[in-house]
Nanobody
Framework: QVQLVESGGGLVQAGGSLSLSCAASRSIFGANVMGWYRQAPGKQRELVAG???????NYADSVKGRFTISRDNSKNTVYLQMNSLKPEDTAVYYC???????????WGQGTQVTVSS
């Protein structure tokens, strides 16, 4: 079992920046993807950004150019740097890790990000 522990998040004014971190309790064997999803009140959970163990990234159109995902495989940690935040970025952000071999996936407990206008 892999546990994901998130940190970061909080309250920031529009235009500000926040950084999220997610540390996995152990490495996921083989090719894998780590990423961030978010869920705003009354909305479905959506992918924000993902990064493979090889370093390939993908982003939701709504965050391209503002958010940057990165990972440190030696620390089993994925990061999300969020710049130029907007009120519509307000949501609970969840860390996700998925094995590409088994498709087994794991979720963090979520961390609140609130952007005030």
């Amino acid at each position: 079992q892999v546990q994901l522990v998130e940190s970061g998040g909080g309250l920031v004014q529009a235009g500000g920046s926040l950084s999220l971190s997610c540390a996995a309790s152990r490495s996921i064997f083989g090719a894998n993807v780590m990423g961030w999803y978010r869920q705003a009140p009354g909305k479905q959970r959506e992918l924000v950004a993902g990064i493979t163990s090889g370093g390939t990234t993908n982003y939701a159109d709504s965050v391209k150019g503002r958010f940057t995902i990165s990972r440190d495989n030696s620390k089993n940690t994925v990061y999300l740097q969020m710049n130029s935040l907007k009120p519509e970025d307000t949501a609970v952000y969840y860390c996700n890790a998925r094995s590409l071999a088994t498709m087994k996936e794991y979720w963090g407990q979520g961390t609140q990000v609130t952007v005030s206008s």
